[in-house]
């Protein structure tokens, strides 16, 4: 999280006093991917279709090339592409016919409602809220099941498997053995050095562009081939796919090698470990988050998170509250909603001083201090 | 630090019980859920034989904002009648509670008036 990286996003440029903690809902574009879209948009404005096609298709298959290396995945897997991982994951609800499905409780109402929707049995892993942790699934359960889908990361509580997802490793290859399919959400664990499908050598994975620096309703559905034949393909023709979004993301995709996202990794667990020292010296802040990572949640005593919320948005300091679409997550922890910082490549230092100084004035302000 | 949303208004109404609880046996009640924050109210209300709002009270778990302009909002429905309460509109609302526009949060500005729009009356006026 170099301070340079500010510079690439216009955003900062316009507002330099702007602290953006809400990369997990969306994160921006970097300038130049944005100014290489539109000088694509101009270039096939002036060009017959038939050239304009083979243009963005070949865009099309760079992307695909990104998106395996970046998954650490061989090239000729299929990777399709949906509107974002929600519709992906109703695609999946919708088209499989299966009876049994495990999910777990801190799954995002994307993974959670199409299943309850379409699916008979739907059995939930238990989050131990001591260690933030999700049991693992019993034997019974797993022989039971069809297809296990399940988050590489709460959009709530971050991180919730550990040794670099060994332990979700182990389920997946449980799942195997009981012929049980595996379906991962990585829209909030997509950056994560560590998450690829050596790691996490799941049959479905699913995640969002937007999420990391791309276009907005793009999403990615990785389905291996093994399985190719026992799930129903999307149908999904060239000439009717979001060509210029794809090749926008692909753009996206260069950013994130490029400018080194993932090498910062190391700099965002120390940003979040000065947030989480911070919030651990005031005795009526209760943090949900078990471990230092992108996403750190936390609720404050007699105070509703919408409004402390408010008003760190009035000191240019963005943060989200609610229950993140996570409401059986809140329900478990014994709270109806939270507040939530989730850091993106282009936080730094500074933000997290001017996040202390906002908190520190907005409880002044609620009395609290 | 100016906080423009957080008028003191606001921020006293939201404190002041003297309307906040239930009436047993009312009149009227209505009840709401903000459904994105889970955010609610519960109003209970007495009317008199002329027509009007003798006593009325609510209670809520809700922000700072939603507490306190519904705490303003019912203080001016008493002693009004009920084709009052139907006919106030959100622009009545923003000149009780001095701000310029709801802004990002007019669902927490507007659960109590939502709310008592759909008013269930449930006994004679007494």
């Not at chain 1, 994951?89 to 199409?114: C, Q």
């Not at chain 1, 409401?327 to 500074?350: A, E, Q, T, W």
């Not at chain 2, 009007?52 to 001016?76: H, M, P, Q, W, Y």
Request: charged content about 20%; hydrophobic content about 40%.
């Amino acid at each position: 999280m170099n301070r340079h990286l500010k510079k690439s996003f216009s955003v900062f440029k316009l507002s330099p006093n702007l602290v953006y903690f809400d990369n997990a809902k969306t994160s921006y574009q970097p300038r130049y991917v944005l100014n290489k879209r539109s000088k694509l948009e101009n270039k096939i404005e002036k060009l017959e279709n038939n050239v304009t096609l083979k243009i963005l298709q070949s865009k099309l298959i760079a992307c695909k090339i990104r998106l395996a290396k970046f998954l650490h995945c061989n090239p000729d897997e299929l990777f399709f592409f949906p509107q974002g991982s929600t519709s992906a994951i109703n695609y999946v609800a919708m088209t499989m016919k299966i009876d049994n499905i495990l999910i777990s409780e801190v799954e995002h109402h994307a993974n959670y409602l199409p299943w309850l929707a379409n699916i008979k049995n739907v059995e939930i892993l238990s989050l131990d809220t001591s260690s933030m942790s999700i049991s693992l699934p019993t034997s019974k359960q797993l022989s039971n099941a069809s297809l296990i889908s399940i988050s590489a990361k709460s959009n709530v509580i971050g991180n919730i498997w550990t040794n670099n997802y060994s332990d979700l490793k182990k389920i997946i290859e449980l799942a195997h053995q009981n012929k049980c399919l595996v379906m991962i959400d990585a829209a909030q664990a997509i950056l994560d050095p560590f998450f690829n499908l050596k790691t996490v050598p799941a049959d479905i994975v699913v995640f969002s562009a937007h999420k990391i620096y791309g276009p907005t309703n793009l999403g990615v559905m990785f389905i291996s081939k093994k399985i190719h034949t026992t799930i129903n393909l999307p149908d999904q023709i060239t000439e009717t796919l979001p060509l210029i979004s794809i090749a926008n993301f692909n753009e996206s995709l260069k950013f994130i090698k490029n400018k080194k996202v993932f090498g910062n990794l190391k700099k965002e667990k120390d940003l979040a470990q000065e947030l989480i020292n911070f919030l651990n010296t005031f005795e009526f802040v209760k943090i949900f988050s078990n471990q230092p990572g992108s996403i750190i949640s936390f609720s404050i005593e007699k105070i509703h998170p919408h409004d402390l919320a408010d008003l760190l948005r009035q000191q240019s300091i963005v943060v989200s509250s609610g229950n993140h679409c996570a409401k059986p997550l809140h329900d478990k922890l014994g709270i109806f909603s939270s507040v939530r910082i989730s850091l993106g490549c282009y936080n730094d230092l500074s933000d997290v001083l001017k996040f202390k100084k906002g908190f520190i004035a907005a409880c002044r302000f609620l009395g609290i201090m | 630090m100016n906080f423009s949303n957080y008028k003191k208004i606001l921020l006293d109404a939201s404190k002041d019980l003297t309307l906040q609880g239930i009436i047993i046996n009312p009149s009227f009640s209505a009840e709401l859920t903000n459904f994105s924050c889970q955010d609610s109210i519960l109003i209970t209300g007495i009317m008199s034989v002329d027509q009007t709002v003798s006593d009325i009270k609510f209670e809520s778990s809700g922000c700072i904002l939603s507490r306190g302009a519904a705490s303003l909002l019912l203080a001016n429905f008493l002693g009004k009648t009920l084709n009052y309460i139907k006919d106030f509109s959100e622009e009545d609302f923003l000149k009780i509670i001095l701000v310029d526009d709801f802004s990002a949060r007019k669902d927490c500005f507007l659960l109590g008036l939502n709310a008592i729009k759909n008013y269930k009356l449930i006994a004679q006026a007494k």
